[in-house]
């Protein structure tokens, strides 16, 4: 009997319209129609990674993700990508229940024309100042991510951030994300407010992932301290950090800056030309990786969980596993304090 962790799920249920709030995070190449649906049949949450999907794709999953369930399921949509404003327009007129923003913060106008569709707003947050902004702005609700998290990431660790953001955001539900991986941790972060919490690297290797074989089995043999942020060598040369795995694609792209930079100096490139190598050397990386089985040079993004990833699961057993770990957590705790 879930006596002690109904309690705690009530809020998350009640605004996602799930059994249990477990987010699976959007992942691009992985979180397809069938991940979803499979996570959402087995009471969960998830969402479709739209990446920089074309609208039409995008359209075509969302109609075969409602084939395959009939729970709530949401649209993660990147501010920053091109194929971002004829995304928000698709689904004026193919709307979802939820829409998550990541990247920047969306605009209010943005928000409100997703609102108008009838679908609840949820926003990433990865520090203090752009979660007091994205409520200002009208989210129904934040995700924090730390930057232990897979993927793009921002700068402070989960730790820092739920002390800043958990313990006083009190108007909207607050979820958590970032390095999460069992359910006995869960447990902890739902006694500190948590609404619910968002893991992807334990998803991406389930049974239901699309993800290539070589792919699942490189995160299995990974440990924590392989999930690497890309290094930025020079200023004049940004790069967006991305948590992935380390391969021969790290180390090269290292070597790239290091070039560039010296190329730089010797007045031999400009800073938009080494800019634009800087952004392009991960083209189709992630896809190669993903899809491809490219695990030496392809864009292994992975958060820092991956250490706590040891074998391939149903989506239904991780479901369960994480109910289960975090009522048995509370019932220990509950024990020790009373």
Not at 74 to 82: D, R
Not at 284 to 306: H, I, N, P
Request: contains cysteine; neutral net charge; proline residues 5%.
């Amino acid at each position: 009997m879930l006596e002690l962790s109904s309690r705690y799920f009530a809020r998350g249920r009640e605004f996602l319209g799930c059994e249990y709030p477990f987010l699976c995070g959007a992942m691009t190449w992985v979180s397809d129609p069938q991940l979803v649906a499979a996570v959402c049949n087995a009471g969960g949450f998830a969402s479709l990674a739209g990446g920089n999907t074309p609208p039409g794709i995008l359209a075509d999953q969302i109609r075969k993700t409602r084939e395959l369930t009939r729970k709530p399921f949401a649209v993660n949509l990147v501010t920053l990508s091109p194929a971002y404003p004829e995304q928000l327009a698709m689904l004026r007129q193919e709307p979802v229940p939820y829409v998550i923003f990541a990247g920047a913060i969306p605009r209010g106008k943005d928000i409100e024309l997703i609102k108008g569709t009838g679908a609840k707003v949820m926003c990433f947050a990865s520090a203090h100042a752009l979660a007091m902004r994205t409520i200002k702005s009208g989210a129904d609700a934040l995700i924090l991510e730390g930057t232990e998290a897979g993927g793009h990431i921002g700068p402070v660790s989960l730790t820092v951030l739920l002390q800043q953001v958990l313990f006083d955001v009190t108007e909207v539900p607050v979820f958590v994300a970032g390095g999460i991986g069992c359910g006995r941790f869960c447990a902890h972060l739902f006694l500190m407010g948590a609404t619910g919490v968002q893991l992807g690297t334990r998803f991406a290797v389930s049974k239901e992932s699309c993800a290539h074989p070589d792919f699942k089995r490189a995160y299995i043999r990974a440990s924590d301290r392989d999930a690497v942020a890309t290094p930025q060598f020079d200023i004049r040369i940004p790069v967006v950090p991305v948590r992935a795995l380390h391969n021969k694609g790290t180390e090269e792209f290292g070597k790239l800056q290091m070039d560039l930079i010296a190329r730089l100096e010797r007045g031999e490139i400009t800073r938009m030309e080494a800019q634009y190598q800087v952004e392009h050397f991960w083209m189709g990386a992630l896809r190669r990786a993903v899809v491809e089985g490219d695990v030496e040079r392809g864009s292994m993004m992975a958060g820092q969980s991956v250490g706590l990833v040891k074998r391939i699961e149903s989506v239904a057993d991780i479901i369960a596993d994480l109910v289960q770990s975090t009522e048995a957590e509370l019932q220990r705790v509950r024990e020790k304090i009373l």
